[in-house]
Nanobody, 121 residues
Framework: QVNVVESGGGLVQAGGSLRLSCAAS????MGWFRQAPGKERDFVAG????????RYADSVKGRFTISRDNAKNTVYLQMNSLKPEDTAVYYC??????????????????WGQGTQVTVSS
């Protein structure tokens, strides 16, 4: 069993910034996904367990940055230039495989409870 705990969501105006944190009980490849009401859960960003590979959705490239602190088993998602369309529940997930960063939700084995991000216009 792997524990995954997100934090850092909130309400921000368009153009603002937020940083999400995700703590896991070990060093794993981790991904961030988001789900808006009535929509599917979409990949946002991911980082390999070693920190040597990252991937981003096209919609967030240049605005979001994923990073990790392996000493703390924590992954961060720095979100800048936020837009109203970024509003969603953001989920952190753990992939136990030792391959690259997967883009699909079914590839991930453990999920956090989610944190709400709301961007007002």
């Amino acid at each position: 069993q792997v524990n995954v705990v997100e934090s850092g969501g909130g309400l921000v105006q368009a153009g603002g910034s937020l940083r999400l944190s995700c703590a896991a009980s070990g060093r794993y490849t981790m991904g961030w996904f988001r789900q808006a009401p009535g929509k599917e859960r979409d990949f946002v960003a991911g980082i390999r367990w070693s920190g040597d590979s990252t991937r981003y959705a096209d919609s967030v490239k240049g605005r979001f940055t994923i990073s990790r602190d392996n000493a703390k088993n924590t992954v961060y998602l720095q979100m800048n230039s936020l837009k109203p369309e970024d509003t969603a529940v953001y989920y952190c997930a753990v992939d136990l495989a030792l391959a690259g960063v997967a883009l699909s939700a079914p590839a991930y084995d453990y999920w956090g409870q989610g944190t709400q991000v709301t961007v007002s216009s």
